[in-house]
């Protein structure tokens, strides 16, 4: 009876390992992602937000549809704007705008996202929807702004442009947005 009893207990424990073995703990598997959060905040904290970006990706291409991403990536956004990388800050809002649209603070985003670009764009801040284009001999705001598709008032404005007196070999920053 006792060698029945002890078969029986290592039967047991085996068939625990093989399934410990094969399908894994699912608490560890919950934990990895919030440590994952938990070493993104703290990045964040210490400035470190290229570091902290890359490693929002990586969670995000691990789990998609985690919530926390959202809330994550907003506190990333903001850490960029107090470091006056707007572009940059623009970006991850737009990000979160078009993903994570189930954050509790979306309207703050939006809010944030349509300032930021509207600073972008009447800024000097060259973006990739914009062309910083070099002035040649016969070239006035009015056809620049034909050939690009933009009016005189939006290159004068991005550009502190007090009047339309341009020179050749000056830049301009054109929109194309």
């Known amino acids: 009876m006792n060698n029945r009893l002890i078969g029986a207990g290592i039967g047991l424990a085996v068939i625990t390992v093989l399934i410990f073995f094969i399908f894994g703990t699912k608490g560890g598997d919950k934990d990895k992602p919030l440590s994952g959060f938990k ?3 703290e990045l964040i904290s210490q400035g470190k937000l290229e570091e902290a970006a ?3 990706d990586g969670i995000r291409d691990k789990d998609p549809d985690s ?3 959202g809330v994550i990536y907003f506190e990333l956004a903001r850490s960029y ?3 006056r990388n707007i572009v940059k800050a623009r970006d991850i809002y737009a990000l979160i705008l078009n993903r994570y649209q189930d954050v509790e603070n979306i309207l703050e985003v939006q809010e944030d996202l349509s300032r930021l670009n509207t600073e972008i764009l009447f800024s000097r801040i060259v973006t990739d929807e914009d062309v910083l284009y070099e002035i040649s001999p016969g070239d006035t705001l009015s056809k620049i702004a ?6 005189v008032d939006l290159i004068k404005a991005s550009n502190s442009l007090k009047s339309d007196i341009i020179r050749p070999n000056s830049k301009l920053k054109v929109s194309r947005a």
């Open 39 to 41: 070493v993104v905040k």
């Open 54 to 56: 890359e490693r929002m």
């Open 67 to 69: 919530g926390m991403l």
């Open 81 to 83: 704007e107090k470091e």
């Open 146 to 151: 034909k050939r690009f598709g933009t009016t």
